[in-house]
């Protein structure tokens, strides 16, 4: 009787991690932003490390193409001047390849990389879950400071919305 009551609770937990494990590791605000290294769009390697001084937005989406990441990166396209002058950079991310990405680049004239993550290990790092089954990435971001803190960690973003929040909480940051 205890050990089936053991197991129960054994199997309870592993269900358990499965649906909050991504929840429980995500980044959180003020803790230092993991370093990583991921090829861009061109196969160029980009590094955390190299922003530093700089706001960075890891945004990550689930798939080039698709309705809701088409407005989401076409609204941070519309707005990169305004995120430049934040001394801001942006870096989208997805699991599609470098040859998806240039195409997305191409098409929507994007003045941003688009970092390949095939496995999803950049977006395990910062806490950013998967869509079961389909195994794309989440749409989160992770919006990190000059100083290579988290600023924010978005668990549930609009990609109507998603710039102009970003753009208030890059500004609220400044301010001293």
């Known amino acids: 009787m205890a050990s089936e009551y053991l197991e129960r609770m054994k199997n309870l937990k592993w269900l358990a991690s499965l649906f909050f494990a991504p929840l429980l590791m995500a980044v959180t605000a003020g803790q230092k932003a993991p370093d990583f290294s991921a090829k861009n769009q061109d196969g160029k390697t980009v590094h955390l490390a190299d922003q530093k001084g700089k706001f960075v937005l890891l945004f990550f989406y689930p798939k080039d193409e698709t309705p809701g990441c088409t407005a989401e990166v076409c609204s941070f396209r519309d707005n990169f001047g305004k ?26 004239k994007l003045p941003f990389d688009l970092l390949v993550d095939a496995d999803g290990s950049l977006g395990k790092t910062y806490g950013v879950g998967s869509i079961p089954i389909l195994g794309f990435s989440k749409r989160q971001s992770v919006l990190i400071g000059p100083d290579g803190k988290v600023v924010k960690f978005y668990e549930s973003v609009d990609p109507a919305t998603h710039t102009q929040e970003v753009i208030a909480d890059i500004q609220a940051a400044k301010k001293p």
């Open 83 to 108: 995120i430049k002058e934040l001394n801001a950079v942006l870096f989208g991310v997805s699991r599609q390849d470098e040859k998806s990405h240039q195409k997305f680049i191409a098409k929507h």
